[in-house]
């Protein structure tokens, strides 16, 4: 039993090859998920997608449970946020009558996986453009998760009471139009959750782009903290730290 837990220690907090393996694979399955929830919005009701939604629900309850065993404090992983959006998910993911209400918050774990410290350092490490570009990219993905989810949240509130959004690409749509103050006014959300949810998205969606504009335009810097006084952003071609002067001695790829 302790070689058994030892071995899932390894796989979520270790630095092996194998554990690295492990973690990218459960990026590449939320990816899978994130696929799998906008193509079955398509065939809602489907028979095939209910048990394809099982499917994926066992295997992320095992996930879950794994990652409980393998961390130091159990008891705090299992009262820790991620978990509880896991343990929703596998309720709605499981339940037949839930359906696929709340399958959507599974984009929540892969955005905690993407920021978690392991992931960006095996990023920094493995590819050569996340590194020169980390703040872009993170900046675009944090864009993108927030349009899923508001997505997502679009559809599953006015699919079956909205007669204009039949799918996810309806909803798309929707929040898209409404982000980018378009609003050709073709969709709308009745009542005052849809009118307050369509104020979250401007407010908050408009945040977010124009953080990604400002990254994408802003003096591309690097991580690389100073020895000196601790300043962890340079530009990418400083020698010496702007807040202190002290020598940085970076690698350089050149």
Known sequence: MRGFLGQLHDLYHGDSRRAHRYRYGLLIFDVAMIGFIVVSSFFHGVLAVELLDGLFGFIVLLETAARILAAPQRLRELLSLGTLV???VVASLLAPITGENLAFLRVLRALRLLRSYRILRRLRQDIPF???NQDA???TVNLALFIFVMTALVFETEVDRNPNINNFADALYFTVTTLTTTGFGDITL???IGRLLSVAIMIFGVSLFLR???VLFRPARTSWRCPGCGLTKHESDAIHCRHCGTLLNRPHED
């Open 86 to 88: 896991d343990l929703v």
């Open 130 to 132: 996340f590194r020169r």
């Open 137 to 139: 990219i993170l900046a």
């Open 190 to 192: 009745p009542g005052t």
């Open 212 to 214: 990604l504009i400002q």
